[in-house]
C-alpha cells in the first residue's frame, strides 16, 4: 500500500484548484459538492462555469467557489491546505515543486511522480463515505469496484451512521469500557435498531435505543462489568481468502485478537479487524511449535480476560486441525465458543483440479487420512483401503508418500491406480502433478513445496491434469511420428 487513504477536514482552509477545460471544472464540481472553499486559477484565463450546474449545488456551495486571477506560482498560499491541478499543462510539475517546497499536498492529475496524493473513486452516503484506491494504477479498476459498493451498500447507512453519531457521547458516559461501548454499538448496528434506521423509521429506533434501561447489560457484560469472553474456531479454507466464509470474515473483523496457524496465508490475516492483535501458534512439520496446551491456556486466558478470540486454522478445524482438542479445552474451563467450518483441503484441491472424489459407479467412498512421518503410514491399517471403489485423500503425505505407497501396494492396491499430488491448493503458485501409485515417490519429487494432499483413486483419471498430460503425450506421439 502505497497511498494511505486518509479524509481531509474541507472546513479548515482553502483548496487551490489549477488548471482549465473540462478535467478542472470535473474536480470543482466535486469539490463544491464536497463543500470545500476553492479558489480557482484558470490556467487559460477562462472561468467557463457554463458546465457546472451551480443551482443543482446551492447557493451556499456557489459562494465558496472564488474565481481567482493572476499566475498561481506566484499565489498567496496561506490558509490553503492541499493543491490540485487538472488540465493545467506545464503549470502542473512546477505547481507540484512549490507546494512540496512549503509541505501542502498536492495532486497532479494523471502524474503520479509530482503527486503527493492522489483521488480515490468515492461511494458517498452522507456521512459514510467510501474511497477506492489503486494507487492511480487504474481508475476504471477503482470504479467498477465502487459500483459494486453501491450496490451492495443500503441506501440510508448514511443515516444509520448519523443515528449512532447522536447517541455517541450518551452512551460513552455509561459504559466506560471500550470493549464494552463497542459491542454494545455492534448489537445495535446489526440488529432491530440498526433495522429501523436503514428502513427509514428513525423515530421508532430513537425510542427503541431510548428503552435500553441498562446499556453495559445489553452490550452483554458480566456481574463484573467486563464483557464476556469468547472463542471461535475459524476454518480459514486452503488459502483462497476468497474461500472465506461470510461468517468467518464477520468473526475476523469482531475478533479482539486471532491465533493463527503457519499455513494461514497473509491475505487472509488481512480480513481481521485493523487494531485486532495476530498471535502466531501454528508449526510446520520438522519444526518447533508452542504445542497444543500452551495454545489451549492462551485462547482460555483470552476468553477470561473479556476478549472475542478467533482461533484461525487452514483448512477446517475439524479435519486433521485439532479443533476437537481445543474444544474439549474451552469446554473443560467453562469459556464459551463456536465453530465455523471451512473449506478443507482435499476438497479445495478437487474443485480446484476437477478431482471427483466421487463418481457414480466408480467411486462410492472417500476415506481422509493423515500422514506426517513415515511411522504414521506404517500405522495405517491400510487392508481396508484397497477396495477399488474408494478414494483416499492423505493430508500431509509428502515426507510418507513411500510408505504410503508400499502400504498399499502390499495390501493389494493395484500399482497402476491413479495418484495425484497436489501442493498449495487454491493459491496462485498451486501445483499438481499426476501418475500412478507405483510412481508416487517420483511423483512428490516433482513438487515445489508443500502443504499437500495425495488423492489416491480412478477418480484421478478424470481430473484436469490427468486429460492434459495425456493430450501432451498424444501430442507428442504424433510429432515423434510425423520426424
Not at 475478533?255 to 501458534?281: G, K, T
Not at 512439520?285 to 472475542?308: F, H, M, P, T, Y
Not at 475439524?318 to 469446554?331: C, H, K, S, Y
Not at 481422509?368 to 506404517?378: C, G, P, Q, S, V
Amino acid at each position: 500500500m502505497r497511498f494511505l487513504p486518509v479524509f481531509l477536514d474541507l472546513q479548515s482552509g482553502v483548496v487551490l484548484l489549477v488548471g482549465a477545460g473540462d478535467l478542472a471544472r470535473a474536480k470543482l464540481r466535486l469539490l463544491a459538492a464536497a463543500g470545500a472553499r476553492v479558489r480557482w486559477y484558470a490556467t487559460d484565463g477562462h472561468h467557463d462555469l457554463s458546465a457546472l450546474d451551480l443551482t443543482a449545488l446551492g447557493a451556499d456551495e456557489a459562494a465558496r467557489i472564488e474565481l481567482a486571477a493572476g499566475d498561481p506560482l506566484t499565489a498567496d498560499l496561506s490558509g490553503v491546505i492541499a493543491i490540485l491541478c487538472a488540465g493545467a499543462g506545464r503549470v502542473g510539475p512546477a505547481m507540484s515543486a512549490r507546494a512540496k517546497a512549503v509541505g501542502l499536498p498536492v495532486n497532479v492529475m494523471d502524474d503520479l511522480a509530482h503527486s503527493t496524493f492522489i483521488f480515490p473513486a468515492v461511494v458517498d452516503r452522507g456521512d459514510v463515505v467510501v474511497a477506492v484506491g489503486t494507487g492511480g494504477a487504474s481508475p476504471v479498476v477503482a470504479r467498477r469496484v465502487r459500483e459494486r459498493i453501491e450496490a451492495a451498500l443500503p441506501a440510508r447507512i448514511g443515516e444509520l451512521a448519523g443515528f449512532v453519531g447522536r447517541w455517541r457521547k450518551t452512551i460513552h458516559g455509561l459504559i466506560p469500557e471500550f470493549a464494552l461501548r463497542r459491542r454494545f454499538w455492534e448489537r445495535v448496528v446489526d440488529g432491530p435498531i440498526g433495522a429501523l434506521v436503514l428502513a427509514g423509521r428513525t423515530e421508532e429506533a430513537e425510542a427503541a435505543l431510548k428503552e435500553i434501561c441498562d446499556p453495559s447489560d445489553f452490550a452483554g457484560a458480566l456481574a463484573s462489568g467486563r464483557p464476556e469472553g469468547k472463542v471461535t474456531l475459524v476454518g480459514a479454507g486452503p488459502g483462497d481468502p476468497d474461500l472465506l466464509t461470510v461468517k468467518a470474515l464477520r468473526a475476523l473483523q469482531d475478533a479482539d485478537v486471532v491465533f493463527y496457524d503457519e499455513l494461514v496465508s497473509p491475505e487472509i490475516l488481512d480480513r481481521a479487524r485493523r487494531d485486532a492483535a495476530r498471535v502466531p501458534v501454528g508449526r510446520r512439520v520438522g519444526k518447533s511449535g508452542i504445542g497444543q496446551d500452551a495454545i489451549n491456556s492462551l485462547l482460555v486466558e483470552a476468553a477470561r480476560s473479556g476478549k472475542r478470540a478467533v482461533r484461525l486454522k487452514g483448512g477446517d478445524p475439524f479435519v486433521f486441525g485439532r479443533g476437537g482438542e481445543e474444544i474439549e479445552a474451552l469446554r473443560q474451563a467453562g469459556v464459551a465458543y463456536s465453530v465455523i467450518p471451512g473449506i478443507t483441503a482435499g476438497l479445495g484441491a478437487a474443485a480446484q483440479f476437477e478431482v471427483p472424489l466421487t463418481f457414480r459407479h466408480e467411486a462410492l467412498r472417500i476415506t481422509f487420512l493423515t500422514a506426517h512421518k513415515a511411522r504414521d503410514a506404517e500405522a495405517v491399517d491400510w487392508s481396508i483401503l484397497t477396495d477399488q471403489k474408494m478414494t483416499i485423500v492423505v493430508y500431509m503425505g509428502i515426507t510418507a508418500a513411500p510408505s504410503v505407497r508400499a502400504g498399499l501396494l502390499a495390501a493389494g492396491r493395484s500399482p497402476r491406480t491413479p495418484v495425484g499430488v497436489f501442493a498449495r491448493v487454491t493459491r496462485p503458485d498451486a501445483q499438481a502433478v499426476v501418475g500412478t501409485l507405483d510412481g508416487l515417490p517420483d511423483l512428490v519429487e516433482k513438487i515445489d513445496g508443500g502443504p499437500a494432499v495425495l488423492i489416491i483413486g480412478d477418480v484421478v483419471a478424470h481430473s484436469a491434469p490427468w486429460r492434459h498430460q495425456n493430450l501432451a503425450q498424444l501430442a507428442s506421439y504424433f510429432q515423434v511420428a510425423a520426424e
